[in-house]
Structure formats: structure tokens, C-alpha cells
């Protein structure tokens, strides 16, 4: 049974507007939250993190939103850029004895987002 | 470049043989990751060790596979007689416990191809 869910496969945005790439979990003892983007053939590379005692977390045109009580995250790209286009994967984790993640992370099937000029 | 390094980044191997990967992590971290990635699926934990220890074990790791990390720098994944449903990306990824939030990066992955 999947623990990170991205229902969404794919996402196409015009160049310029918002990207908004969802994802949901099951698991109530996640409270570490982070997002990679995946080119073909190369490793996820990290984006943002957020932590559950936090609801958002922003780092320049990337936000992470958490809703806790719907066990839902949004992240939102503006404005949005042909080098966007990739593959978005969002990853769950326990908090280990140090904070962040313990180490198992446990990440959805990703979507991809298409970003057009 | 001081980030995760993996190599090869390909295999082509026949079913049966043995394989072995090799991970140089971040040289600062000390954590040091496994993961999975099969076509249209997100990576999939494997194992992981802290310094030379390895401390978590994935299911997944079935006894065809071992992972060591002698002297908690380095690290390399052998795969013994492959199957051709081994045929996947293999992850590596390190993190640090001593930097705030302990976030793991992850190397270009080493893609095997069992024929």
C-alpha cells in the first residue's frame, strides 16, 4: 500500500504562471516532508524540505505547503520555467534522533511537469 | 564537483553474474544511503549506514545483494547472480547529522541492465 501518493502523473504550465504539483500520505507518523526533481538519467535532485511543525516554507520561486489534518502538500513553482520540465518527487520521512530525516524515506511515484514557452 | 559520486553509471550484464557498484559520498557526510529506482516508480530505500555501521535494511535487500562501507567513507553494493528483475537504477545518496534538517543528496545513480 503506497504511503506517499502524487495522483497526478503529468502537469503541463504555460511559462510564467504556477506550477502547483500535489501530493498526499497515509502514514501520521511522517513528519518530515521533501521534494526532488529528477531529470532522465540523472538522481533526484534535492529542492525544499519542510518539517511538521510547520505549514509553509518558502525558498525563492519554490513554496512547500503542509496541511497536517488532511495529510496533504502542495509544492508551488512561480512563475514557472522551461527548465522546470522535469520529473517531481515527493518523499516522507520519520524524524530521526538529530532532526531531518532518519534516513528511510519513502517517496511517491512522481509527476511530470511540462513547462511550456 | 564534491558531490555524491557513483560508478559505473552503466552495467550490462548477463543473468547470473555478479555485479558491484561503487558510492563515494559527500566527503563531510557521514550517513550514507541505498536506494532503488525502477521505471515509473519513486526511489525505493534500501539500506543505510552510519560511519562504517549499517544500521537499517530494507526487505527489498534480499540475501543476492550486500552492502558494505568499510571505513565509513566509500561504500559499494554487490549484486550476486542477477536476475533480470534487478534491471534498475541504483541510488546512492549521503546526509549529514551534524547539519541542521540531515538532508540526504543523492548521486546520477548507476543504471543496470541484467540481459
Known amino acids: 500500500d503506497q504511503q506517499v501518493k502524487q495522483n497526478s502523473p503529468s502537469l503541463s504550465v504555460q511559462e510564467g504562471r504556477i506550477s502547483i504539483l500535489n501530493c498526499d500520505y497515509t502514514?501520521?507518523?511522517?513528519?518530515?516532508f521533501l521534494w526532488y526533481k529528477k531529470y532522465p538519467a540523472e538522481g533526484p535532485t534535492f529542492l525544499i524540505s519542510?518539517?511538521?511543525?510547520?505549514d509553509k516554507n518558502e525558498d525563492g520561486r519554490f513554496t512547500v505547503f503542509l496541511n497536517k489534518s488532511a495529510k496533504h502538500l502542495s509544492l508551488h513553482i512561480v512563475p514557472s520555467q522551461p527548465g522546470d520540465s522535469a520529473v517531481y518527487f515527493c518523499?516522507?520521512?520519520?524524524?530521526?534522533?538529530?532532526?531531518?530525516?532518519?534516513?528511510?524515506?519513502?517517496f511517491g511515484k512522481g509527476t511530470k511537469l511540462s513547462v511550456k514557452p | 564537483d564534491t558531490g555524491v559520486s557513483q560508478n559505473p553509471r552503466h552495467k550490462i550484464t548477463k543473468r547470473g553474474q555478479n555485479v558491484t557498484f561503487r558510492c563515494d559520498p559527500i566527503?563531510?557526510?557521514?550517513?550514507l544511503y541505498w536506494y532503488r529506482q525502477t521505471l515509473g516508480q519513486g526511489p525505493e530505500f534500501l539500506t543505510y549506514f552510519q560511519n562504517e555501521a549499517q544500521l537499517e535494511k530494507s526487505r527489498l535487500l534480499s540475501d543476492r545483494f550486500s552492502a558494505e562501507r568499510p571505513k565509513g567513507s566509500f561504500s559499494t553494493l554487490e549484486i550476486q547472480r542477477t536476475e533480470q528483475g534487478d534491471s534498475a537504477m541504483y541510488l546512492c545518496?549521503?546526509?549529514?547529522?551534524?547539519?541542521?534538517?540531515?538532508?540526504?543528496?543523492f548521486g546520477e545513480g548507476s543504471w543496470l541492465t541484467v540481459v
Open positions: 519542510i518539517s511538521s511543525i510547520k
Open positions: 518523499a516522507a520521512g520519520e524524524r530521526g534522533v538529530y532532526g531531518g530525516s532518519q534516513g528511510n524515506l519513502i
Open positions: 566527503s563531510e557526510h557521514n550517513r
Open positions: 502514514n501520521s507518523m511522517f513528519d518530515y
Open positions: 545518496a549521503s546526509s549529514s547529522v551534524a547539519v541542521k534538517g540531515n538532508t540526504i543528496y
